[in-house]
């Protein structure tokens, strides 16, 4: 107590925080201060001066200051992302431990290096320029996807999220950090982009060979369900109805055949009407067409004359189908 500690030694006491009652029962803290009095050649007072000034209102906001710095240092180590204060160099002055397993630095370590040390060095010159306009009062923040130096070794995506803290003044005090890890959800969309990649050329492969399948297909077909109509024609007397309703079967069989083939064209053509357009030897095509047409012409005896056709602008698959469309109208409805 300074006023047992002033009457006992002689000497003043000063500045003496204290809490005391009020008469009604409430604390207050005090700051106390005394003085001692002595007779005239007396070596001990006999009594002392104090003084008390009310502090209660600064003690009250040093401890509520008190409490919310638990509160953000507990929510920050406990934060599910890394979080840290850095200094106005760059230094690192308050790291969480999620910040620590992200990078695999020990608190010690980091608290020891500049964020410019772990940063990888394709993406410092940006993460450089976002902090040079927090500091000229550009922005209030920024957020940016950026690569860590793992301790490991390895790089670690992370994004970046930065705002500055500033006194009251307006002078810049320290830069806040968020660091979340993306390395998962960047692994997760380059392989989505692989998948695409995948699944496009996959694609394109199955419609090449469905329109190379179903096109090679039309002529065989067509073979089938015309030798089934020739041999009817030919030698219907001589067959049993069993054998005539065979023949019938392998006829609607071989057009039900060529009306899904002919379907399947017909799909493969639609993904490929994207192709583009070029020089085409029509004549070239028109001798590939008549090629598949030639079982046909000389079963029908039929005569195709034809100047020689020019190259063309076009699109070659679609070339080939109208001349495959002209030629096999012209030998299905001749008289």
């Not at 089938?224 to 069993?242: H, M």
Request: aromatic share 6%; net charge neutral.
């Amino acid at each position: 107590r300074p006023v047992q500690t002033t009457l006992r030694t002689g000497q003043p006491c000063r500045d003496v925080v204290l809490r005391m009652c009020n008469a009604g029962g409430q604390v207050q803290w005090m700051l106390v201060s005394t003085q001692p009095l002595r007779e005239p050649g007396a070596e001990k007072p006999h009594a002392c001066v104090a003084s008390f000034r009310d502090i209660t209102p600064l003690k009250d906001a040093e401890l509520a200051l008190r409490h919310s710095e638990r509160r953000f240092a507990a929510a920050l180590e406990h934060a599910p992302i890394g979080m840290a204060l850095v200094a106005l160099d760059g230094r690192f002055t308050l790291v969480n431990q999620a910040l620590c397993r992200i990078t695999g630095y020990a608190r010690e370590e980091l608290l020891q290096r500049d964020f410019s040390s772990i940063t990888h060095p394709d993406d410092l010159g940006s993460d450089q320029a976002n902090v040079r306009r927090l500091m000229a009062g550009q922005q209030a923040a920024y957020q940016m996807d950026k690569r860590y130096l793992h301790r490991l070794g390895h790089v670690v995506w992370a994004r970046l999220s930065v705002s500055l803290l500033r006194a009251e003044s307006g002078r810049p005090q320290h830069f806040i950090a968020q660091v979340d890890d993306i390395a998962a959800a960047r692994a997760a969309q380059d392989q989505l982009v692989n998948f695409a990649e995948d699944l496009r050329r996959s694609n394109k492969d199955l419609e090449q060979f469905a329109y190379v399948a179903s096109h090679d297909l039309q002529s065989p077909l067509r073979g089938i369900v015309g030798f089934a109509q020739l041999l009817r024609r030919d030698a219907g007397p001589k067959l049993s109805a069993t054998q005539l309703e065979y023949l019938e079967h392998i006829a609607d069989g071989g057009k039900r055949l060529q009306s899904l083939v002919s379907g399947l064209l017909a799909y493969a053509r639609v993904g490929r009407a994207q192709e583009p357009s070029g020089p085409v030897d029509s004549e070239a095509v028109l001798q590939r067409v008549l090629l598949q047409f030639h079982r046909e012409i000389d079963e029908r005896g039929a005569r195709i004359t034809h100047e020689v056709l020019p190259w063309v602008l076009g699109v070659e698959t679609e070339i080939q189908q109208l001349l495959q469309n002209l030629i096999g109208n012209a030998l299905k409805f001749q008289p």
